[in-house]
């Protein structure tokens, strides 16, 4: 199972269809789990592409393809983050994007240089709130807890040490109050809900429109 990023141009003669023969290549990356693949891809208002990647499948960021203590803690991988590049520039290994100088792990920082954020399950989607140019993420749960994330730069947002707000035991996928033992600055879900209220999360945004005033600013 891979993850491939590439790139293709519009046909200038008629820009509603892509030119086949303009395939590029960004990346390719070896998934090892069938799911908690790549999840989207947006462009931020600062130019650069956000990338959602799953922390590599299977159950408790644990198993074939996982660092122990999970991938999504690991900043040597792409598991589990949000990663930023710049499609037009030519300083990643292979050349075929840039890498934003204050990304947390550019240049000399030990970590995998497209690095936004990390400690995400399966982002699966996520978006900006234009107004502000906040990224919002929705990271789907595993067994008990769904959560909504505000993404900072270079921010840890917890899985698998946490789901959501509790803590979480990668030896049988259950969640605990106690939070003993945690380390610190681990980044707390905007909101969250269990699974009584609903399963997986899929994502929304923030909406601005006129037609539900008692809806201007926030999350749907």
Not at 51 to 60: F, L, Q, R, S, T
Not at 145 to 164: H, Q, R, S, Y
Request: glycine fraction near 14%; charged fraction near 20%; aromatic fraction near 10%.
């Amino acid at each position: 199972n891979q993850i491939v990023l590439a790139e293709w141009k519009t046909d200038p003669a008629n820009t509603n269809h892509v030119d086949p023969g303009s395939r590029r290549e960004l990346c390719r990356i070896d998934d090892p789990q069938f799911n908690h693949n790549a999840g989207m891809i947006s462009f931020g208002a600062d130019g650069y592409l956000y990338v959602a990647i799953g922390d590599g499948g299977a159950a408790n960021d644990d198993g074939p393809g996982h660092i122990p203590g999970g991938n999504a803690q690991d900043n040597s991988n792409p598991f589990g983050k949000i990663l930023r590049i710049d499609p037009h520039g030519s300083s990643s290994a292979n050349g075929q994007y840039g890498i934003p100088n204050d990304n947390p792990f550019a240049g000399a920082t030990p970590g995998l240089d497209e690095i936004y954020a990390n400690g995400f399950r399966n982002p699966f989607r996520f978006s900006f709130d234009a107004p502000t140019g906040r990224l919002v993420v929705a990271d789907v749960g595993q067994n008990n807890v769904e959560e909504i994330d505000l993404a900072t730069l270079g921010g840890n947002f917890g899985w698998p040490l946490k789901e959501g707000t509790f803590k979480f035991l990668q030896a049988d996928g259950t969640v605990s109050n106690d939070l003993s033992g945690l380390p610190a600055g681990l980044i707390e879900p905007v909101a969250q809900y269990d699974h009584d209220e609903g399963i997986s999360i899929i994502g929304g945004f923030v909406y601005h429109g006129s037609a539900i005033p008692a809806l201007d600013g926030k999350y749907v």
